[in-house]
Each structure stands twice: as C-alpha cells, then as structure tokens.
C-alpha cells in the first residue's frame, strides 16, 4: 500500500497562491495517475485536477481551470497543485490520492490511496 503525504497548506488572502506538495512512497509511483480532491465542511469530496502517469495529460474542475496547475516528478515520487489567484471558495481540506489507472480519472470510486489531507484557508 503507498503511503501518501501532502504539505504546503496554510492560510492566505484572497487572490494569494499555495503550492501543495504531495510525496508517494513505494517504486510504482510512475505507474499511475494522480488527483488532488477537496472537500469543504458540509459539501461531498470533489476532483479538483487529476494528472495521468506520464504527466501529459490532466484535467482541471471548471472552479479550478486557469488558476490551478497539477504537475510530477515521477523522478521524485511527488505531485504538485499550483493554486493561483485563490478564492475565498476554494477554502478546504485538501486531499492527493493515486488511482488504480494509468489514465487521469475524476471518480473517487478509482482512486485506491489518500492522504491525509492539507487544510487550505482562504481569507477575503
């Protein structure tokens, strides 16, 4: 089972930007896609961008598209969300997963390991 570890979390002001990080374990990093979710008090767990093995393939929520940028380093076993011009909106617990695919994928039902999640707060 790979163990998944995100960072970069934090509170910003509006229009501020993070960068989450998120560190696999194991050798089969590269084998498969990847998805940053999140998921707000009260609301169900959402996709916000997923990535395919190789990188050069993604997919981004219409809330999310032009602000964030999801990347990896197959090199270095980690994913990436760049979260630029952030909203008050995009205020939530963070979360990276791996999914069963080579493919990017936005069901949570293919996604097989979670993190633990990284709070993001946006202030207005």
């Known amino acids: 089972q790979v163990q998944l570890v995100e960072s970069g979390g934090g509170l910003v002001q509006a229009g501020g930007s993070l960068r989450l990080s998120c560190a696999a374990s194991g050798r089969t990093f590269s084998r498969y896609a990847m998805g940053w979710f999140r998921q707000a008090p009260g609301k169900e767990r959402e996709p916000v961008a997923t990535?395919?093995?190789?990188?050069?393939?993604?997919y981004y929520a219409d809330s999310v598209k032009g602000r964030f940028t999801i990347s990896r380093d197959n090199a270095k076993n980690t994913v990436y969300l760049q979260m630029n011009n952030l909203k008050p909106e995009d205020t939530a617990k963070y979360y990276c997963a791996r999914s069963s695919t080579t493919y990017r994928a936005t069901s949570l039902r293919l996604y097989d390991s979670w993190g633990q999640g990284t709070q993001v707060t946006v202030s207005s």
């Open positions: 990535i395919n093995w190789s990188g050069d393939s993604t």
